[in-house]
Nanobody, 126 residues
Framework: QLQLVESGGGLVQPGGSLRLSCAAS????????IGWFRQAPGKEREGVLC????????YYADSVKGRFTVSRDNAKNTIYLQMNSLQPEDTAIYYC???????????????????WGQGTQVTVSS
């Protein structure tokens, strides 16, 4: 069964940090671009960033630059989203998604991603 399983969400105070995990099963994460998306209450899903197969990162949400980073552990078939200096506006359901793209390519368009995680809630509040 091909799937992505996310974990690591929760409640954190402003200025705090969380690390989300996205583990793949049934396929190799290293052969896919991995996008992170989020959907806040009452808003449309937006692309946050994307990890290319090469390991490079493309940021789609300017507000997370300098605060969010992504890393891959190919041995564990898992990708991580490290989120620092979290703010209330970061509150959303976060999704990871996988796309078969070329080595140095990413996409901000959800339709290009064939596999999706179930989502994990991140709430930033005092």
């Amino acid at each position: 069964q091909l799937q992505l399983v996310e974990s690591g969400g929760g409640l954190v105070q402003p200025g705090g940090s969380l690390r989300l995990s996205c583990a793949a099963s049934g396929f190799t994460l290293a052969s896919h671009a991995i996008g992170w998306f989020r959907q806040a209450p009452g808003k449309e899903r937006e692309g946050v960033l994307c990890s290319m197969r090469s390991g490079g990162t493309t940021y789609y949400a300017d507000s997370v630059k300098g605060r969010f980073t992504v890393s891959r552990d190919n041995a564990k078939n898992t990708i991580y989203l490290q989120m620092n200096s979290l703010q209330p506006e970061d509150t959303a359901i976060y999704y990871c998604a996988a796309a078969r793209l070329t080595y140095y390519t990413c996409s901000r368009y959800a339709g290009e991603y064939g596999y999706w995680g179930q989502g994990t809630q991140v709430t930033v509040s005092s």
